[in-house]
């Protein structure tokens, strides 16, 4: 059975953003500021490299029992047994990752359009991660998803939607007002000189009524 989850302040890795002289620390002090999950997510990191990032920052994670989500590598997941993978439309599909880690992982998969995100939940997806919703430096060529699609989606699906894409404290609240709650963060945490600060300033403009 899988863990529940709070999906509400997902923190996203980025090394060369960070403020701090390592990923472990920008990280413990995300979860301190108020983040519900991390996931790892290096794209220019060796196998080996990736493996030694995930395993320092299990221990992080495991400390304060905050979920690690792996991005795109299933087998460094399994590895270091870490709570999930999340996975894109170009990488291994869906299903095939969840016969790979069993009903037991946490599985988020990308999706910019409904039809995606009905695959996604139909392959076995816990959460549907929607994005970029405004221009990111993090992805650059990444399609910006319309609000209107957004919504669509939200209401295709019954798992939940997590938006990610260039969103801070500041353009964050219409996208709560519509009804999103679940939201995923870079550098509007890492690159911040307090991330501790950062994330406890997202964390209240999540969580308002």
């Known amino acids: 059975m899988r863990p529940k989850v709070d999906y509400s302040l997902c923190l996203v890795t980025d090394r ?21 999950m ?3 997510r290096e794209k220019n990191a060796s196998a080996a490299d990736m493996y030694a990032q995930a395993v ?5 994670c ?3 029992n905050i979920p690690l989500i792996i991005n795109d590598r299933a087998d460094i997941a399994l590895a270091v047994d870490a ?10 599909p869906a299903r095939a990752v969840r016969r790979m880690l069993g009903e037991g992982c946490i599985l988020g998969v990308s999706a910019t359009n409904v039809q995606e995100a009905m695959q996604a939940q139909a392959d076995g997806a816990d959460y549907i991660g929607v994005g970029a919703m ?7 060529d990444a399609k910006i998803v319309s609000m209107a699609e957004l919504q669509a ?6 798992i939940p939607v997590m938006i990610i894409g260039g969103l801070n404290a500041s353009n964050l609240p219409p996208f709560i007002a519509s009804g999103v709650n679940n939201v995923a963060v870079i550098s509007a945490i890492l690159a911040q000189v307090d991330i501790r600060a950062a ?10 009524k």
Do not use: C
């Open 16 to 36: 060369t953003l960070i403020s701090t002289p390592t990923l472990a620390e920008a990280v413990e002090q995300a979860i301190a500021g108020g983040v519900t």
């Open 38 to 40: 991390v996931q790892l």
């Open 56 to 60: 320092e920052l299990k221990a992080v």
């Open 62 to 64: 495991g400390k304060y």
């Open 83 to 92: 709570a999930g993978v999340h996975v894109g439309q170009s990488d291994l």
């Open 134 to 140: 405004v221009p990111t430096g993090s992805k650059t």
């Open 153 to 158: 989606i939200r209401a295709a699906v019954t």
């Open 199 to 208: 994330a406890a300033a997202l964390r209240a403009v999540v969580t308002q």
